[in-house]
């Protein structure tokens, strides 16, 4: 029997034992004396009587182990010209300092500070200064308009908001202070103050309540580790649910640092000392788990690029990351991939760089199509790895945990479940379906260590979203299939989250975006399959009767509020104005309908269909190529 085979089985027969082992690579203030504890289940919990510090264990005691000079974090900005590396230990002093100005601000054990920050080291160092105190970070993404911005002040209350006078897109500096004064605006809840890194290419003007980082950290006193409990959450981050309102996914510290401990030399190959890239943004899980946290705790090198993969300034900028600061993993989205070959087709830039000390590139975050699977693996001849996860997860769920044992690849499925994972195919009836058959994909509870134990205030919507469907299962809201082999394929959401160059929307709050338009009746919008993206939104509209109004006008504004109130990371450039929506005899729009007509499929028409004649006069208007590339 293989090693993988040991490792899972040992894994699912005695979780208790195996993740007691795992927890033994991380330090703690209290050892905990069992794993699992299923008393209040199914809020399950990991460490029950565990206390430590994840910044410790991701910082401080590598400096205590003698690793003080070498490079934690590498901040590489092609689009600022700048390159700083971070040893761990004036890692640790820059966190120690900013923790320490936290505290001053009153912030403590439990409070929440929100950091929307661009792709800069300050925020991780604003991160980890968290952590550092027992306060609990949500990072929103830069890309997420004020609006949505405010949703998360709101849910999270936070004491503090840590952000940047500007975070650049790839030639346009973007503004940020204007982004977060608007959604202070616009919040119920009023954080106490905003402290606010000033950056050279746009300073901020700051207001009574903006504090600048650099005069707040020069007046601060450094800050210690503070020890908690290993099921006190470690932070809060949101995604994209099937309503406008995100959900709030908590992880907890324990269970986060030893899952991504173990995870990074099982799956990922790496140990301390070595050099992970990960090409994503400390907005998304991916950023968490696998920029920050992950490389840290394991005493490795982290690259934290600001950049693109493509036009910052040309498509060999991963490469020259890779030779620069001698990567041996990178971790990117396939949709970066996809961008990087419609630039440079044959790959020729790869040639002016050394990638010889590349091993493994790991791809995750949205459907890994086999052509661009095939492409980057011949270019560059080194094991290519899909590997499926979410949000809620932290960490991978299905991989090809080449720590362990790599086992043979197929294309179009991220290979088998990680130990930890127990992972089913369902059918409706919640019936186990035969090998090869497609049904929901579900995961036996207890999920592993590093997973949500729950939402943010709201045990009832974690239930609701993802226990209650199937009794004693999480539900993971794609659906797929097992092969003979144990191989899962992953095929898509049953949901109405879309995957937009790797960034997870809600299709439901663009068209609650869109529904708030004075002229609109009603509204839908689907994803369509883009050759860049993946997918891509596209919006269908019903304009009110007797508006007058001309429905050029009012696609172009729709596209605006969508922008406005999303951000541009939802990326609907298409609205179209149409006479009436397809909907079933009881009025339910057919939506999967009309995405499988836009994306070229033989879509059959439902019987329950109201009016067919309205899918008809629909259709060329899908199946319409337009912008996609
Ligand atoms: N702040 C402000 N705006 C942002 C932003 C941020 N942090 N991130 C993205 N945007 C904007 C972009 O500028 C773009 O605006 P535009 O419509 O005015 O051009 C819009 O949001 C859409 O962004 P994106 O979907 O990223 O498209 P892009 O054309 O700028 O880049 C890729 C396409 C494929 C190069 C890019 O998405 C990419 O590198 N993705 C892969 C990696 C990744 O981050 N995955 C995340 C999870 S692993
Ligand atoms: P996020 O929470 O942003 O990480 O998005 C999670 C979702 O992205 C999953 O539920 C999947 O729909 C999709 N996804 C992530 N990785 C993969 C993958 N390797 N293959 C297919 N879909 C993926």
Redesign the pocket.
């Known amino acids: 029997m293989g090693m993988y085979e040991d490792v899972f089985r040992a894994s699912l027969e005695d979780p208790e034992r195996f993740w007691l082992r795992a927890a033994e690579g991380v330090d703690w203030e209290v050892a905990p004396s069992r794993a699992l504890d299923p008393s209040a289940a199914p809020f399950y919990r990991w460490f029950p009587d565990g206390r430590l510090n994840v910044c410790f264990n991701a910082v401080d005691r590598h400096v205590e182990a003698g690793r003080g000079e070498q490079a934690a974090l590498i901040y590489d900005s092609p689009v600022t010209g700048t390159r700083r590396t971070y040893t761990y230990a004036r890692l640790r002093d820059e966190v120690a300092a900013f923790a320490g100005a936290l505290t001053g601000l009153g912030v403590g054990h439990g409070d929440r500070v929100v950091i929307y920050m661009p792709m800069v080291p300050e925020a991780a160092v604003a991160m980890l200064a968290c952590a550092r105190i027992g306060a609990v970070h949500s990072v929103v993404f830069g890309g997420f308009a004020p609006p949505e911005l405010a949703v998360r002040i709101d849910d999270a209350t936070p004491k503090v908001v840590v952000s940047a006078s500007c975070g650049i897109e790839g030639k346009r500096v973007i503004p940020y202070k204007p982004l977060l004064d608007r959604a202070v605006e616009l919040a119920g809840h009023k954080p106490y103050k905003q402290v606010i890194l000033q950056r050279p290419q746009e300073r901020a003007e700051l207001g009574p309540d903006d504090l600048d980082w650099a005069d707040l950290v020069a007046g601060a006193s450094p800050a210690a580790c503070v020890p908690v409990a290993a099921t006190d959450p470690l932070y809060i981050l949101y995604?994209?649910g099937t309503t406008g309102k995100p959900k709030g996914v908590v992880r907890d510290s324990g269970g986060c640092a030893v899952a991504l401990h173990w995870s990074m030399a099982a799956v990922y190959d790496i140990g301390p000392g070595e050099t992970m890239f990960t090409g994503s943004d400390v907005g998304?899980?991916?950023g968490h788990s696998y920029i920050v946290y992950g490389p840290l705790l394991a005493g490795a090198t982290t690259v934290l690029y600001e950049g693109k993969p493509v036009g910052t300034p040309d498509a060999g900028q991963f490469w020259r990351v890779v030779a620069e600061h001698g990567v041996k993993t990178m971790f990117t989205a396939?949709t970066a991939f996809r961008a990087i070959r419609k630039e440079d087709p044959k790959g020729t830039l790869t040639a002016e760089y050394d990638l010889s000390g590349l091993r493994y590139l790991f791809?995750?975050?949205?459907?890994?199509d086999p052509e661009t699977y095939h492409w980057a693996a011949a270019l560059l001849d080194i094991p290519v790895i899909?590997?499926?996860?979410?949000?809620?997860t932290g960490w991978p769920i299905?991989a090809n945990p080449v720590g362990i044992e790599a086992a043979p690849v197929k294309p179009g499925s991220?290979t088998r479940p990680l130990p930890g994972w127990d992972v089913r195919v369902l059918d409706p009836a919640g019936q186990p379906v035969e090998a090869g058959v497609d049904g929901a994909i579900v995961v036996k509870l207890p999920l592993p260590p590093g997973s949500l134990p729950t939402l943010w205030n709201d045990d009832d919507r974690y239930v609701a979203s993802y226990l209650s469907a199937y009794d004693g299962y999480y539900l993971?809201?794609?659906s797929?299939h097992i092969d003979e082999d144990g191989y899962v394929y992953?095929?898509?959401?049953t949901d109405d989250?879309i995957?937009v160059a790797?960034?997870?929307l809600s299709t439901g709050s663009m068209e609650e975006a869109l529904a708030a338009h004075p002229d609109v009746a009603e509204c839908a919008v689907i994803g369509v399959a883009d050759a860049l993206k993946g997918q891509v939104p596209r919006g269908f509209v019903v304009l009110k009767a007797g508006t007058g109004r001309d429905p050029k006008e009012v696609e172009a504004e729709l596209v605006r509020l969508v922008r406005e109130r999303i951000g541009a990371v939802a990326s609907l450039k298409e609205v179209a104005v149409v006479a009436a929506l397809p909907k079933t005899r009881s009025g339910k729009i057919l939506r999967k309908t009309m995405r499988g007509i836009a994306d070229g499929h033989d879509e059959p028409i439902p019987s329950t269909v109201d009016d067919p004649s309205v899918i008809e006069t629909l259709r060329p208007l899908l199946r319409r190529p337009d912008h996609r590339a």
């Open positions: 995604t994209s998304w899980v991916v396939p791809l995750a975050g949205e459907r890994l899909d590997h499926w996860w979410q949000t809620e299905v991220p993971t809201g794609d797929g992953v095929m898509g959401r989250v995957n790797g960034h997870r």
